[in-house]
């Protein structure tokens, strides 16, 4: 059977990679969450002390570094120079800091670059906040996907939970409006949906009923 790219954009805690992992997994794609390579140049620069303002500083450090995504059980593992980061670029401290870092031109062309041939020639589901607009705007398939801002915080509690970190649900929904501000404001590729990409609304959808609707938009096209 032929083989699609699928992108999948929307703000901060909407299940994204939740969802974009399952039809990943169903359809024997390969799965790739760019937000996680923005976490960890991110981390690097913050390891190193890096000036997050500075946007020749930020992409100097970038050209001077690995990012490998690779598939596990679990979904994906993230290395940073070799190092298995998977766990370290879900802080808050990371978390806060990634949407300046993102907002870098010369980090956000090298990784658009990096994106690119990552999906080359074969069937990909990405998900980010500038895959249907930028990264790969041939998409067969783009999806735009939300959810209120109180239930994207409400499931990012409920998730933190699991992994006993205990941030009140005002301060995530707090941070996940400054996230989503900060990148779709920003100069270059801001968060935005795509003329031809599918808005779906997931709060009142569980992540099964989510993924089967982008599974059946996904055959429709194959
Ligand atoms: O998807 P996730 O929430 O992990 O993304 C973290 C941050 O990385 C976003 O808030 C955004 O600033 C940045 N990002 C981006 N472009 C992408 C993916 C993520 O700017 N394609």
């Known amino acids: 059977?032929?083989?699609?790219?699928?992108?999948?954009?929307?703000?901060?805690?909407?299940?994204?990679?939740?969802?974009?992992?399952?039809?990943?997994?169903?359809?024997?794609?390969?799965?790739?969450?760019?937000?996680?390579?923005?976490?960890?140049?991110?981390?690097?620069?913050?390891?190193e002390g890096i000036d997050l303002s500075s946007n020749e500083e930020a992409g100097k450090l970038l050209a001077d570094t690995e990012i490998d995504l690779q598939p596990s059980e679990n979904g994906q593992l993230v290395f940073l120079d070799n190092k298995d980061v998977t766990e370290d670029i879900r802080s808050q401290h990371v978390t806060k800091a990634v949407s300046e870092m993102a907002a870098h031109e010369s980090v956000r062309t090298q990784m658009v670059k990096l994106q690119q041939q990552l999906a080359e020639e074969r069937g990909v589901v990405m998900d980010g906040r500038d895959i249907g607009t930028d990264v790969l705007p041939a998409a067969k398939l783009k999806v735009f996907m939300s959810a209120t801002v109180e239930e994207r915080a409400r499931r990012r509690f409920e998730e933190n939970k699991k992994r006993s970190i205990h941030t009140p649900i005002d301060e995530l929904q707090a941070e996940i409006a400054k996230r989503d501000k900060m990148d779709s404001e920003r100069e270059v590729s801001p968060l935005r949906q795509a003329e031809d990409a599918i808005f779906l609304d997931t709060t009142f959808l569980t992540?099964?009923?989510?993924?089967?609707?982008?599974?059946?938009?996904?055959?429709?096209?194959?």
């Not at 992540?207 to 194959?222: C, D, G, K, V």
């Open 1 to 47: 059977t032929k083989s699609i790219q699928i992108a999948l954009d929307g703000p901060a805690a909407a299940g994204k990679s939740t969802i974009a992992k399952i039809v990943a997994e169903q359809l024997g794609y390969i799965y790739i969450d760019t937000g996680a390579m923005y976490r960890a140049i991110t981390l690097k620069a913050l390891n």
């Open 207 to 222: 992540i099964r009923e989510a993924a089967a609707e982008i599974l059946r938009l996904a055959e429709e096209r194959l």
